[in-house]
Structures are given as structure tokens and as C-alpha cells.
């Protein structure tokens, strides 16, 4: 019989310094990886119950104080355990627009139509928010999904309120607006709906062609330029895509969005993001070239970010998918972040630091200059903002 051990989790050396956490909290810095020492097997799922998944493992998030992990007691029946299937329950939020004050980020607002993503890219620096639920951010973040089903509602309230002032608001900065769940439950066609009918600015990044679904709402607000559409293309390689990204569109499907946006006059933006060191970094310039040749005029990248648990989880991938290259992306990342597995200093997290990533930079400017990519930037308006207005109180007749 399969079973489920539960186990205190080792508390870290007294050595280690604390240092404030997201959650308001003290934890510790997880110490950088010794590149020796192969991934821990005890902790990876059966390859046949995450078909179609990205993570390799479902460990307890950093706040559980027990750690389980699944063993087989002799009677050979983990086997038997069923697969990972995607849930989605109600996530009861009171308010929609999420405010941040990051110096680096170009958006102080964002909407999140979900929690979680099904896309399963195994480094989304998403994934350890689901820590915050109690669940883990690995497999229950590809798996255990959380939708908003009164966002548009939610929107339009928190829109008229005559506090309000608008700027531009990002969408698809966390979990994916338009991952497949989407398209049963709609929510982000609702929102857009909204900001169309409030004239209000959005400007959305995805990865996946069902985009295209709200391009009548989509090219109708480009028109007053208030919406604009990124797509983020990893890789040119369906096969690395779908090693990488297993559940999103394929790199020629997103391609075809960005051409079909920018024929219908929606402005579009190219994401190399992120970029991998020793895995998909010496792709960028096809990837450039390939989405001027559609039309597109804007392009941007990332470095690859591995904060909290996406670190481990990239690490168990790497040993998964390419053993071979393993020591190696780890040291060119160290290289680009100070030595450190990662560096979340505030102008530097985006791009990194030292000479590899320099090279990276300047590849890219390089290209983009040959290409004609960023020779403008689109900046949308708030003149068409025109929140409804109140409606004078009906007069008592007695």
C-alpha cells in the first residue's frame, strides 16, 4: 500500500541569519546549492502520474511546519496512486486591482484572473505564492488552480469609485490570464469588457494564442490606444517548448498571435523570457528576427529568476532533462548573480550582473538595433477614462 509519511521539517543551522520574509515573517536564506550533490530522488513524482506537467516533485510550501512525502510499504502500490488532475475552486477576493511600488517594474497596478497556472513552466517566479495557500509550488500550482469569478464586478466597483485614478493596468505579470481554464470560465474577456467600457488602459502578457479570442475587444481599444499585448516566446523549439512550458501554445501558435495582433493594429511586444543560460539563451537573435518578420515592433527580455522554491525545482528539471548541462547553467547563473543562486536586488533581478549577462545585454540591443525593434514605445492614454456617473438620490415623495 502506498502511503503518505509525515515528517517535522529540519529546521535550518543556527548559523543562518534571519531575514525578513514575503509574508512579514522571519525565515532564512536557503543556502546555494552544492553542485556536487545529485537531486533528491525521494522527493520526484512518478513520471507517469505528472504527464503533461513541469514540476518533478509536490514538496510542502515553506510556511508547513511537516513535510510528506509518499513511500511504498512493501505492497508495490504507488503505481496505483492517481494522476494529477487540474481542480479549479473559488477564490473569494474582495478586490481585483493589486497595487506594488517595486522601483524596476514600469506598472504600480495589476489584475490576476487566477492563482496558480496551468501552463506548468518550471521557472515561473509565481510558484512560490502558492506557499501562501498551504499547498506546495510545484505540482499544486500547476494543478490546483484559483479563479476569480467576480473580477469584472469587482473591477467596475473599485473603477468607480471616484477616488480613483487611473494609469495603466498589467495583466498577466503572475499567473497567465489566459492559460486554458480561461477559456471555459471567461473571466478575462469579463475584465476586458470592463476596461473597454470604462475607456481605461491595460496592457496584457501571455504566452498563449487564445488572446486572439478577445481581438474584436482587443482592436477596438487599440483604436483609442489603451491596450497593448506582449507574448512571451522562450524558445523556437517545440520540443525544448514543450520540455520547458509543457501545457502553453506552441512557439509557431504564438507567433501567428503576434501577427494577427499587429495586423489588426493592436500594438505587440516580443518577451524573451527568460532567458536560460546553456539552454535557450543562444536562441534570442532567431527569435527576434522571427517576430519582426510578423509585424512586431517592441521586444523586451528576462533572466532567468529562481527565488524561494522555484531554485529546487529548476534544479530537479535540470537533472531531469539534461543531466549533462547541469553544473554548467548553474555556475553561469551563479556568474550572472553575484555568485549567488539568485540576487533580488531591486534593478539587477530583471538582467543580472557581471560579464555573461553584459554579453547577454548587448546581444540583445544589438539585434534589436539591426532589426529596427524599439525604435518607439507605445505609451498608452488615460484621456478616454470616464468612470460612470453618479446618479442623483430619487427624491422621497413623502
Avoid at 556536487?36 to 502520474?49: G, I, N, T
Avoid at 476586458?192 to 488572446?211: A, Q, Y
Wanted: glycine share 6%; aromatic share 8%; hydrophobic share 35%.
Amino acid at each position: 500500500m502506498a502511503r503518505s509519511s509525515t515528517a517535522l521539517k529540519r529546521p535550518p543551522a543556527p548559523s543562518s541569519p534571519s531575514l525578513p520574509t514575503p509574508a512579514g515573517g522571519f525565515g532564512r536564506r536557503a543556502p546555494a546549492i552544492d553542485l556536487d550533490l545529485p537531486a533528491d530522488a525521494d522527493v520526484a513524482v512518478d513520471a507517469e502520474r505528472r504527464r503533461g506537467r513541469g514540476a518533478q516533485s509536490n514538496a510542502s510550501g515553506r510556511y508547513e511546519p511537516t513535510a510528506r512525502i509518499a513511500f511504498d510499504d512493501g505492497w508495490q502500490a504507488l503505481e496505483e496512486m492517481p494522476p494529477f488532475k487540474t481542480t479549479v475552486s473559488v477564490d473569494a477576493t474582495r478586490k481585483i486591482i493589486t497595487r506594488n511600488d517595486s522601483p524596476d517594474i514600469s506598472f504600480d497596478r495589476s489584475i490576476n484572473p487566477y492563482r496558480g497556472c496551468e501552463h506548468g513552466c518550471i521557472y515561473c517566479f509565481a510558484r512560490p505564492t502558492h506557499a501562501y495557500l498551504g499547498l506546495s509550488p510545484g505540482l499544486d500550482f500547476e494543478s490546483k488552480l484559483f479563479m476569480k469569478p467576480e473580477a469584472g464586478k469587482l473591477l467596475e466597483r473599485e473603477l468607480s469609485d471616484p477616488k480613483y485614478s487611473p494609469r495603466t493596468i498589467a495583466i498577466g505579470t503572475n499567473t497567465d490570464p489566459y492559460q486554458p481554464i480561461e477559456k471555459q470560465y471567461q473571466i478575462m474577456r469579463r475584465i476586458l469588457e470592463v476596461l473597454d467600457h470604462f475607456g481605461h488602459p491595460v496592457g496584457i502578457v501571455t504566452k498563449s494564442n487564445l488572446v486572439l479570442r478577445d481581438l474584436d475587444i482587443l482592436a477596438r481599444m487599440a483604436k483609442r490606444n489603451i491596450a497593448k499585448v506582449a507574448l512571451s516566446v522562450t524558445t523556437l523549439d517545440p520540443k525544448l517548448a514543450r520540455v520547458m512550458e509543457p501545457r502553453a501554445a506552441t512557439p509557431a501558435l504564438r507567433l501567428e498571435a503576434l501577427q494577427k495582433l499587429t495586423e489588426a493594429g493592436v500594438p505587440t511586444t516580443v518577451m524573451v523570457a527568460p532567458v536560460i543560460p546553456a539552454i535557450n539563451d543562444a536562441e534570442m537573435e532567431r527569435i527576434l528576427d522571427s517576430a519582426a518578420a510578423v509585424g512586431v515592433k517592441e521586444a523586451g527580455y528576462v533572466l532567468l529568476r529562481l527565488p524561494l522554491e522555484v531554485r529546487d525545482l529548476f534544479r530537479e528539471w535540470l537533472m531531469a532533462n539534461f543531466p549533462d548541462r547541469y553544473r554548467h547553467v548553474f555556475k553561469l547563473i551563479r556568474d550572472m548573480r553575484g555568485g549567488k543562486d539568485y540576487d533580488s536586488q531591486w534593478g539587477e533581478r530583471q538582467t543580472g550582473s557581471g560579464p555573461m549577462a553584459w554579453m547577454i545585454g548587448r546581444r540583445f540591443e544589438a539585434t534589436c538595433e539591426k532589426l529596427d525593434l524599439n525604435r518607439t514605445r507605445t505609451r498608452l492614454t488615460t484621456e478616454h477614462f470616464s468612470p460612470p456617473k453618479e446618479q442623483p438620490p430619487q427624491l422621497s415623495l413623502f
